[in-house]
């Protein structure tokens, strides 16, 4: 498999781009660290190191937790990575009925393939009266914990902005 100079060029340009977005985020991270104290945990005593460590298990554990049961992967990595692909489109509740839950899939379905097959995810609070009444719905079910990211909203009928969605919106309003 023989590639290019420019295409090696190109390839290890985005590696160190990426390289550098790593740098920064894991200098931030030990900035933080050391502005709250956690780090030179080798001068305290032992109860101070023993309360140091247990205070970074804990935040590592919450932001473990926020990263796989909610959205924040897929915004961290759309940043991070020049080449990924858009966010998943989701609309916001709708406390209606069951025509009212039908319209509100409708147009997300509807938006989510107008703009270029992207893909969409339900929230809890639309999805589950749906998913009683109609069991092969193919839209799946957002995270449990959903963040909502440079919201795009939409009036009571469609323009012709609504085709193109910034892919760095994750939500619509409307």
Not at 73 to 85: A, Q, R
Not at 143 to 154: E, G, M
Request: with cysteine; aromatic share 14%; charged share 15%.
């Amino acid at each position: 498999m023989n590639v290019s100079h420019e295409e090696r060029k190109t390839r290890s340009f985005a590696s160190a781009s990426v390289m550098l977005k790593l740098k920064r985020i894991l200098m931030l991270s030990f900035y933080y660290i050391r502005h709250w104290k956690l780090f030179p945990v080798l001068k305290r005593s032992s109860n101070q190191r023993k309360s140091a460590v247990i205070v970074i298990c804990i935040l590592f554990s919450a932001l473990t937790a926020v990263y796989y049961f909610s959205n924040v992967g897929d915004i961290i990595f759309y940043y991070l990575y020049s080449d990924s692909k858009a966010l998943p489109l989701s609309i916001q509740c709708n406390k209606g009925r069951l025509g009212n839950q039908l319209c509100t899939y409708a147009t997300l379905y509807g938006l989510g393939h107008l703009n270029d097959q992207r893909s969409t995810v339900a929230l809890g609070c639309n999805i589950n009266k749906l998913k009683a009444e109609f069991k092969h719905l193919s839209i799946p079910r957002a995270p449990f914990l959903y963040f909502r990211w440079n919201p795009w909203s939409i009036l009571s009928y469609l323009r012709p902005v609504d085709a193109t969605i910034p892919p760095n919106s994750n939500f619509i309003n409307g």
